[in-house]
């Protein structure tokens, strides 16, 4: 039995990390069993960060990592239909939207005109997650964001560089259907557990607007979350 770890739910969302809901958007879209644990403590992760998952015996950790194990020990067919250009366009988007996570935590931990309803949601979202637990998370948040690069911007400069992330993804979009057709592959999970994790968030922040403005967008993210 597949065990996904990762951080607890908010909003309605299985997961209010990016990369977890991408994890559960693709499990539940490719139909396979499992049982979800959701956890704050890393440290008993691979490589100390969250999602991951137990497969039988195997720990597997990193998103990308764990759809390609999963892709290989059940013969999953989502992505065969895709070709080397498609093949391309989900690596860089891929890439684009680990970019875009580091401005959409940076939204929430360190903007301090959302992190107070933030923190809020936080605490209420469930008996382990406490006040002390979620300063002490801010001010590693803090020292990531540092060391990365974007703790060093002022929050209109760290909004530009995911604001037009989430431009391009518009673009890129159809106006209905899924990434690359009227069937999903692993990059509509992908792109789901970012743009759902703004877009069905009871928080008002720049990147919600301007996903909320974009058509395409939403679309995406109805569909994903219809066929889930």
Known sequence: ???????????????????????????????LPFTHEHILDASQAPRGQLPYITDGAETVGDSDTIIAHLTKAYGLTIDDGLTMAHRDTRHLVGRMLDNLYWVMSYSR??????????KSALLKSGPGVTAAA??????????RYHFQG?????????????????????????????????RPCSL????????????????????????????????????VRAAL
């Open 134 to 143: 979620l300063e002490a998370a801010q001010a590693f948040n803090f020292q």
């Open 188 to 223: 509509d999970a992908s792109i789901y557990g970012f743009t759902a994790n703004v877009y069905f968030h009871d928080i008002d922040t720049p990147l919600k607007r301007l996903i909320v403005s974009r058509p395409p967008i939403v679309a995406h993210c109805n569909a």
């Open 1 to 31: 039995m597949i065990t996904l770890y990762s951080y607890p739910e908010l909003f309605g969302l299985p997961d209010n990390n990016p990369y977890g809901l991408k994890i559960f958007a693709f499990l539940r879209l490719v139909k």
């Open 150 to 182: 974007i703790g060093r911007f002022e929050p209109k400069d760290a909004y530009a560089r995911g604001l037009a992330d989430l431009e391009v993804l518009a673009r890129l979009l159809p106006e209905s259907g899924f990434v690359f057709g009227e």
């Open 109 to 118: 931990w360190k903007d301090p005109a959302v992190w107070p309803a933030f």
